[in-house]
DNA sequence: GAAATAGTCAAGTATACTTGACCAACATTC
DNA sequence: GAATGTTGGTCAAGTATACTTGACTATTTC
């Protein structure tokens, strides 16, 4: 505990260097600001990292609100206001569930200049900037690991 | 445009796998709430992303306000704030800085239960869980990918 | 009919910032 | 070396975000 300076030093920046959990969320935090800022720009979207929170989230039969707020494990009050923006927008709908009076679907808007197409479309360009200067191999490389880290990460019982 | 159904989901299947930008925001958002909470846990300090934000630009030697601020993209007050609180905490401590008069060194505490290494200890754990499930090879590759990404991020003109 | 469920409305809280005003210590200039 | 401008930091107040809890209505399920 009482070591010397150096040690000290060295140490830390040995750690530093390990930190995966740093690493991944500095690069995370860049990469959303530019994808976001991205789409704001290109699209006249007012988009937060909030409400792409809730992308993955949405299928493409359409998602009932509560589920949705499950899922993302918000209340369903803060879920309904993130979907609403993303309803003025113009980015999903929301459209009564035929089985379910009470419910409503959550979906993407298909078409139109705010459609999730063009989102990706958008967010492609940035994955394109980065495939350039990282190279092809990379970029699968990361792109593999990431799949795997995330089925890890949801799935607590998996093993690769 | 106007494409059918079928053809709109299978181009937003394949979007959606391929996109990069949006795994690894999701990747980050759970590790980041895994590590955090731990941290929180065992060392009993309620330390928020905003504050980890901060820690990968503290310099050993100390660092003062507005560089951190400048480098961290935020105004000093902010910074100030953050600081204040880890200085609370008991993570950081600010010094006067010896050459000038008016600043202060801003660096982390080095020895005690809420120290860096104490902290760092922590999140080796949960890397230690990840590569438990991910095997070793899998984190190595992961690791170094997201340290190419980071140097890109972080300097446009990075070429591999 | 009673109880659970899907969603909305309203209000409140914590966070992560911002702008503006200010003081003390430097740095420059005449 | 006094006047002036600049910089480092703090205090205070305000704003936008990302939520939360609580109360309520319309359905559905039992």
Known sequence: MSSPPEQFAARF?????????????????????????????????PLRASHTALFPHIDLEGTRLTDLARRVGITKQAAGQLVGELEQMGVVERSPDPEDGRAKRIRFIREGPRSVLQGLAVLREVEAQLEAQLGKSRMRSLHGSLLELLAVLENPDHAP
Chains 1, 2 share one sequence.
């Open 13 to 45: 920046e040995a750690e530093k260097r390990a930190s995966m959990a740093q690493l991944l969320m500095r690069c995370a935090r860049l990469v959303n600001e530019r994808g976001l800022a991205l789409v704001r720009e290109h699209l006249g979207v």
